[in-house]
RNA sequence: GCGCCUGUAGCUCAGCUGGAUAGAGCAACGGACUUCUAAUCCGUAGGCCAGGGGUUCGAAUCCCUUCAGGCGCGCCA
């Protein structure tokens, strides 16, 4: 991997030796303006190290580094050390890098084949998917992508929420207003229909709530016919989730949800009993973590039962068992942040080393002008129909511009899905999103279709071409300042997938690939690629061009978009 | 009351473990399609980086504090 920082950074440890060539690594960064120079060092720092003004030690660096056959001159300006990098062979090596690994460019092997558990999306069955469950499902697939470009062996776990006190509310639900016929024809949306009743008439009658607890109850021991019920609303919800996934084209590895621990916490609560981190508190069971300051964490209601914790800590032990992870990833609501913290720790009393394996992702709410999404009050925007929009409006350009166009359904979900997921992918997870209609269906600017198209743009200059591109271009016919950006912007792909995987973050790839466009389209629109008489700048460009769109189609990939080759 | 998170342009957000003149997109206004796909590009305008202290050669960034908003705090997940 051609690294400018890392090069310089050895040249400089050369004359100075009391600093490591990953301090220096650390210290040099990118000037904010181009024409400074490719690299800067700022010398401030090592003033204090080496007893001199900062002027001095840059004056005094600039004369004395070595030569390198990367580095064209240095500069020393008040105080700062600039280095403008030789573009030939930056730009030359920079290409060949990417024309030669293609899809495996910015892939790594740091993870070493590690095995990473992501517990992503888990939603809840019998409860539509609605846009709020899109944030978890879209960051963990981002992350599960990357986590595996950068060389770990990712499990895809979808906990979902198969198990609780809400299926006794259904089961009530349905055994008063619903029937066989309306579930059948109606599916989810008479499930949600009659859950959504259900606590209309609870609010008057809070008698059904006793008779819920009965029933889940029931389940719980086994009752056949609760058990028969539980299955049926678990098989139409599975089937409607798929069809989402589908459409996200988002896979798991396991469906292990909640139900799965049913029979295996029994063992884990007696494992806390013998390692005597249990106290009792008013007839229930709790890990005391006051020396933590975190209020206690319940592991056993007072009528016995399990909660979320006692499953989780179990889940996590089935993990580490059957996974033997190097990290366990939880991708769930920031509002369950101190929850983690508290079973995260339990699992370090219990004496497992590797609870600081154990990594919680939070992300922001998403609300409805301003309001929160709530299932019960039947407040909510579905996924599906969020989808199905993008999908149709995407369709409706492309019949208004290139009605001509094979496979255009397809090319339509890839789109309008992909809009819908970049633009969940695009902020900072740890950020709220205010859900716009507007904003989602804007395909305009730092958005997924702009990317997407960009693609499309390099992959059609390409094939206009016949895809005729190889290595024998010369790189010093690569002068223009559009050219040297857009090559200096593909030269970070690689460090900016370690990155967005070290940070968990994968808004980290989407804003590259904003960049990454947005300089691609720069360099488009200022000098032609195929209609230039010089045969060689004619090569160098293409070669460019095809570098582009390997890193935007890897990129697009990361996060879990398409790259079409035709829009 | 305690704890966590957030506050940057009219709106949505970038700004790396402190570094040179705080950047994008949307919206607005003005330009560029007989030329490789205009889902594009160029330009104009828009800022007391919530307020106040402090640390530092240097602060949007770190520390303290106030304010505003969000979330959480033993039998929901």
């Known amino acids: 991997m051609l690294n400018i920082k890392n090069i310089i950074a050895h040249m400089i440890a050369e004359k100075v030796d009391t600093l490591t060539v990953d301090e220096l690594m650390d210290i040099l960064e990118y000037p904010p303006n181009p024409d400074l120079g490719d690299v800067a060092l700022p010398c401030f720092k090592l003033s204090r190290i080496l007893k001199k003004s900062p002027v001095d030690i840059a004056n005094e660096l600039a004369e004395t580094l070595p030569k390198s056959e990367y580095i064209d001159r240095i500069e020393s300006t008040s105080g700062y050390l600039n ?5 030939d062979i930056f730009i030359k090596e920079t290409i060949d890098e990417i024309l030669n690994k293609r899809a495996a460019y910015g892939s790594t092997n740091i993870g070493n084949g590690g095995n990473i558990v992501i517990d992503y999306s888990a939603p809840n069955i019998a409860k539509p998917f609605h846009i709020g469950h899109l944030r978890s499902t879209s960051i963990g697939n981002a992350l599960y992508n990357i986590f595996e470009f950068t060389g770990y062996n990712c499990v895809g776990v979808n906990h979902l929420g198969d198990w609780g006190t809400q299926f006794g509310k259904l089961i009530v639900a349905y055994k008063r207003w619903g029937s066989k016929e309306r579930v059948e024809k109606y599916q989810i949306k008479e499930l949600m229909d009659i859950y959504v009743k259900y606590h209309e008439e609870a609010e008057k009658d809070p008698s059904l709530d006793d008779e819920a607890r009965a029933w889940f109850t029931k389940m719980e021991r086994g009752d056949t016919e609760a058990l028969e019920l539980w299955q049926w609303f678990k098989d139409i919800s599975l089937k409607e989730f798929s069809r989402i996934y589908d459409l996200l084209d988002i896979k798991f590895d396991s469906y292990a949800g909640e139900s799965f621990y049913n029979d295996k916490m029994d063992a884990i609560v007696d494992e806390l009993k013998e390692k005597d981190l249990l106290i009792e508190s008013e007839g229930a ?7 933590y300051n975190m209020p206690p964490c319940l592991i056993l209601k007072r009528d016995g039962s399990t909660l979320y914790a006692t499953r989780d800590i179990t889940a996590a032990i089935y993990r580490k068992n059957t996974y033997d992870f190097d990290k366990c990833i939880y991708v769930t609501s920031a509002g369950q942040s101190l929850h983690f913290k508290q079973w995260f720790k339990v699992i370090e009393l219990m004496g497992y080393d590797w609870a600081d394996r154990l990594v919680h992702v939070p992300f922001g709410t998403i609300s409805i002008g301003g309001e929160k999404m709530a299932t ?20 409706s350009i492309i019949e208004e511009k290139n009605p001509d166009l094979e496979d255009k359904e397809e090319i339509a979900r890839q789109i309008g899905v992909g809009a819908v997921i970049f633009s969940d992918l695009s902020n900072n997870r740890i950020k709220d999103i205010s859900f716009s209609w507007e904003e989602i269906l804007n395909f305009d600017g730092e958005t997924g279709p702009y990317v997407q198209y960009t693609h499309a ?15 024998s271009f010369d790189s010093s016919l690569i002068t223009t300042k559009e050219e040297y950006n857009l090559a200096k912007r593909l030269s970070l792909f690689p460090a900016t997938v370690i990155e967005a995987m070290e940070d968990l973050e994968p808004s980290i790839i989407t804003r590259y690939l904003v960049d990454l466009a947005q300089d691609f389209n720069r360099f488009y629109h200022n000098h032609s690629i195929l209609n230039v008489e010089d045969e060689n700048i004619r090569k160098g460009r293409l070669a460019l061009t095809q570098a582009t769109k390997i890193t935007l189609e890897n990129g697009l990939k990361l996060i879990g978009l398409k790259a079409p080759e035709r829009v």
């Open 457 to 471: 743009r390099a992959c059609s200059v390409l094939s206009k071409a016949d895809n005729k591109v190889d290595f």
């Open 285 to 291: 069971l709790m890990v005391d973590l006051d020396e």
């Open 376 to 395: 019960r009050a039947g407040k909510v925007i579905l996924l599906e129909d969020v989808l199905n929009e993008a999908i149709e409006k995407t369709l």
């Open 83 to 87: 280095f403008f990098v030789n573009r």
